[in-house]
T-cell receptor, first 113, second 113 residues
Framework: DTEVTQTPKHLVMGMTNKKSLKCEQH?????MYWYKQKAKKPPELMFV???????INESVPSRFSPECPNSSLLNLHLHALQPEDSALYLC????????????FGQGTRLTVV | LAKTTQPISMDSYEGQEVNITCSHN???????ITWYQQFPSQGPRFIIQ?????VTNEVASLFIPADRKSSTLSLPRVSLSDTAVYYC?????WGAGSYQLTFGKGTKLSVIP
């Protein structure tokens, strides 16, 4: 199984809502990542988990809160988002190659209204 | 951070070889060069990674000159299904203690019948 599965595929949320994005991989990878991708732009790294420990990208607002329950699962909790946070949120995982050799999920298309 | 520059778009006929070049003048000693392919509404897919000289796999070749200030992704005999955006990524591989990743802005390759 060489897949990274993300749910939901689409999400519309209001600015006062709380929602969560989920990501799962069964490749035995020990690193997992969240990326944000705006239309016609490259992905931007948000968070990295290595062996279930967090490395934080300092430019990510606190309204985004990651969680890694175990080495196969990664969540991104969303609260009080802004319309400019609308984007494709991508989860990825890697083993020995690090963040530059990763398998990506299909993403969650998030729209904040 | 290494700054990467790649062409915005390229057109090619089916069956031709396509070469996409990425420049990364201030690449660091620990940085690897990775290329990803992305179709609309999907996550990027890893194509190939290299550090120097030439790397070849079943889908592409990557040429990196000795000074490592540029790299060229070569796709042999492209087909319509190769129409996608191709991203050059420069960043440290695992263990370097850094998550400084620089995606290029992407090259939209259009394959013409």
């Amino acid at each position: 199984d060489t897949e990274v599965t993300q749910t939901p595929k689409h999400l519309v949320m209001g600015m006062t809502n709380k929602k969560s994005l989920k990501c799962e991989q069964h490749m035995g990878h020990r690193a997992m990542y969240w990326y944000k991708q705006k239309a016609k732009k490259p992905p931007e790294l948000m968070f990295v988990y290595s062996y279930e420990k967090l490395s934080i990208n300092e430019s990510v607002p606190s309204r985004f809160s990651p969680e890694c329950p175990n080495s196969s699962l990664l969540n991104l909790h969303l609260h009080a988002l802004q319309p400019e946070d609308s984007a494709l949120y991508l989860c990825a995982s890697s083993q020995f190659g690090g963040p530059t050799e990763a398998f990506f999920g299909q993403g969650t298309r998030l729209t904040v209204v | 951070l290494a700054k990467t520059t790649q062409p915005i778009s390229m057109d090619s006929y089916e069956g031709q070889e396509v070469n996409i070049t990425c420049s990364h003048n201030n690449i660091a000693t620990n940085d690897y060069i990775t290329w990803y392919q992305q179709f609309p509404s999907q996550g990027p897919r890893f194509i190939i990674q290299g550090y120097k000289t030439k790397v070849t796999n079943e889908v592409a070749s990557l040429f990196i000159p000795a000074d490592r200030k540029s790299s060229t992704l070569s796709l042999p005999r492209v087909s319509l299904s190769d129409t996608a955006v191709y991203y050059c990524l420069v960043g440290a591989a695992w263990g370097a203690g850094s998550y400084q990743l620089t995606f290029g802005k992407g090259t939209k390759l259009s394959v013409i019948p």
